[in-house]
DNA sequence: TATGCACCCTGTAGCAACTACAGGGTCAAG
DNA sequence: CTTGACCCTGTAGTTGCTACAGGGTGCATA
């Protein structure tokens, strides 16, 4: 492939992303088409690589695809006020805490589940028990 | 329906579970098929129930499916040691941890993103930024 | 020059674990 | 005898990919 330019396999390598993956993001919008060479092949340029770049610390995070759409069409405004930009990482931020609080009561449940085991048989098994109740 | 027996309707509001899930786990073999009335109803009885609680508790504990079906196969085998038992939970328990620890540091990446905003605009703005680096 | 191999293309189906219809049947009350 | 709440089956949608199948491209090597 040119210099200038990357095969959907270099980008997928330098992004860490699958190239199955990089496609899919291509069909919802997440990223634009690149032009063609002759052949057909995508070949993608540095703003490319931006993008997906990105798009793929933000998914790191855990933002939604909606998530990320909504930010990278903030980003591209320039010059309107950062606001919604906070607002949206404010709001995965509630969910992350909402997530951990859970995942905490969770875990202090099931500690307590093991913690009751005997090692016994399944007919005194204190975790089928716990499950089961009346 | 019958005084002895739940329709699926009863069942769902009984064990919180919305009616087309309760036909899902029925398909995918998680619950027995139960009896019919004379009009195809579904005509549940305590033996559901306590099957249909043992699964949404194992589910709100984050067991997958796969490990709820193991752990309902096991609870039928009594005389066997809870072995196997206490191996699914304790996996679950290493799950959740991972998925803990992995909240966390996510947590802490997201707050110190939001901390940097100096709400300006988009052009200034440090999350965006944060996100987009060459 | 042939041919092998890695890579690319499109399109579709599958994963978990549900959820949401569409298009019908059943049943008790008024 | 009709209304409305409930039930039935079957299929498609959700999120965010992932995995083919069945082909084309492009470069190096025998």
Do not use: W
């Amino acid at each position: 492939m040119a210099t200038d330019s990357l095969s959907i396999g270099d980008l997928a390598r330098t992004t860490d992303t699958k190239v199955e993956t990089i496609r899919y993001y291509e069909r919802t919008g997440l990223l634009p088409p690149p032009p063609r060479t002759s052949g057909n092949y995508r070949a993608y340029g540095g703003e490319h690589l931006a993008r997906l770049s990105f798009v793929r610390r933000a998914r790191d995070l855990g933002f939604s695809i909606e998530q990320v759409r909504a930010l990278l069409g903030l980003a591209d405004q320039q010059h309107l006020s950062c606001e919604a930009v906070d607002t949206i990482a404010r709001e995965r931020l509630a969910e992350v805490d909402r997530k951990l609080a859970d995942l905490a009561a969770l875990r202090r449940e099931l500690a307590s589940l093991i913690g009751q085991c005997r090692h016994g048989t399944i007919a005194e098994c204190r975790i089928i028990e716990a499950l089961a109740p009346g």
